[in-house]
T-cell receptor, first 113, second 112 residues
Framework: ETGVTQSPTHLIKTRGQQVTLRCSSQ?????VSWYQQALGQGPQFIFQ???????GRGNFPPRFSGLQFPNYSSELNVNALELDDSALYLC????????????FGPGTRLTVL | KQEVTQIPAALSVPEGENLVLNCSFT??????LQWFRQDPGKGLTSLLL?????REQTSGRLNASLDKSSGRSTLYIAASQPGDSATYLC???????????FGSGTQLTVLP
């Protein structure tokens, strides 16, 4: 059984640029969520995708957007990067209708200069 | 708005000691509670999942309890080992997407 994978591992961007992060869900999982974790804090929910549609969103501005593909993989896009976007971005997957146990990937460390 | 608090923020214990980590949440309308472990700079490893209808779950040296009515959960670690050193995060599943709301974690150091 393949776990959640994310790419890239690390990324450095400058303020104002755009970035795309990628996630492959765990085998058999059809729901993907993205979380942002600032240094020293717990992760914060960005949004969730099920059946290629966003079905839940946290308190993040519209410049944070996402996609889910037919194979359940997902992308997180962030436009007009700000210094405060520097964080660890975590992807989690679960099986809809299951016990709501979420499994996390290793994360992508984004640094905005 | 769901808020999750973890106490203490940091804990240092000698090897072999039993310890308890605490988690509290403000809204009892939850689907589940999940405990995670996070090593520095890494992703989250799921330790235990407790459904809202359950009172506790056990896995090896770990035992987690849930008192939904009082908004509290505890993670008990028996016979701690240096390899248990990590940050432990509590998260409650709630809301329309059953999204997780996390506490800020307890950073545990087990001294050999």
């Amino acid at each position: 059984e393949t776990g959640v994978t994310q790419s890239p591992t690390h990324l450095i961007k400058t303020r104002g640029q755009q970035v795309t992060l990628r996630c492959s869900s765990q085998s058999g999982h059809n729901t993907v969520s993205w979380y942002q974790q600032a240094l020293g804090q717990g992760p914060q929910f960005i949004f969730q995708y099920y059946r290629e549609e966003e079905n839940g969103r946290g308190n993040f501005p519209p410049r944070f957007s996402g996609l889910q593909f037919p194979n359940y993989s997902s992308e997180l896009n962030v436009n007009a990067l700000e210094l405060d976007d520097s964080a660890l971005y975590l992807c989690a997957s679960k099986r809809a209708g299951g016990p709501n146990e979420q499994f996390f990937g290793p994360g992508t460390r984004l640094t905005v200069l | 708005k769901q808020e999750v608090t973890q106490i203490p923020a940091a804990l240092s214990v000698p090897e072999g000691e039993n310890l308890v980590l605490n988690c509290s949440f403000t809204d009892s309308a939850i689907y589940n509670l999940q405990w995670f472990r996070q090593d520095p700079g890494k992703g989250l490893t799921s330790l235990l999942l407790i459904q809202s209808s359950q009172r506790e779950q056990t896995s090896g040296r770990l035992n987690a309890s849930l008192d939904k009515s009082s908004g509290r959960s505890t993670l008990y670690i028996a016979a701690s080992q240096p390899g248990d050193s990590a940050t432990y995060l509590c998260a409650v599943g709630s809301g329309s997407a059953r999204q997780l709301t996390f506490g800020s974690g307890t950073q545990l150091t087990v001294l050999p």
